[in-house]
């Protein structure tokens, strides 16, 4: 688990830059933690490239321990568009297309805004999924955990 430090100029200065790349760099799983959460309660959040996604069943997984909803964002590139699933406890989706038109960078772009109007308690993302920046600015932006889950082989990724 690493804790960001608050300061942006600490964030990018040594040893945090070099810890956060030795981090995201290991097979091992990472839990950024922002110093102070927002929330004790909310949705169980699994950013992810594929149905099979590692962080998808580890969303659920979580989700359904902690009596959450499960929203599943689909960064992948859906006619023009990506798409977030929510799962609510009771059963049923909800399925809103979170960017309508143009050309987007998915890695770095669809993933927080797919996040805009969710009170989440976690986000999961499998490694190389969205990028390490990404991953850090919304732990930070959000006062959400994001855990990180370890790179798999030949995983396909964006």
Do not use: C, H, Q
């Not at 969303?59 to 699933?85: K, N, W, Y």
């Amino acid at each position: 688990m690493i804790v960001p430090p608050a300061a942006a100029a600490d964030r990018a200065a040594e040893p945090f830059a070099s810890l956060i790349a030795a981090a995201f760099g290991s097979k091992a799983g990472v839990m950024l933690a922002p110093g102070r959460a927002a929330r004790d309660s909310g949705s169980i959040v699994a950013i992810a490239t594929s149905p099979d996604d590692p962080s998808v069943e580890a969303a659920s997984l979580i989700a359904a321990a902690a009596g959450e909803r499960l929203v599943v964002v689909d960064v992948r590139a859906i006619a023009g568009g990506a798409l977030r699933f929510e799962r609510k406890r009771e059963g049923g989706e909800r399925i809103a297309r979170i960017i309508d038109e143009g050309a987007v960078d998915y890695a770095a772009e669809a993933a927080p805004l797919a996040l805009r109007g969710l009170t989440e308690r976690l986000t999961v993302v499998s490694r190389g999924t969205i990028r390490n920046e990404t991953a850090l600015a919304i732990a930070l932006a959000r006062a959400t955990p994001v855990l990180s889950l370890g790179a798999r082989e030949g995983a396909s990724r964006i």
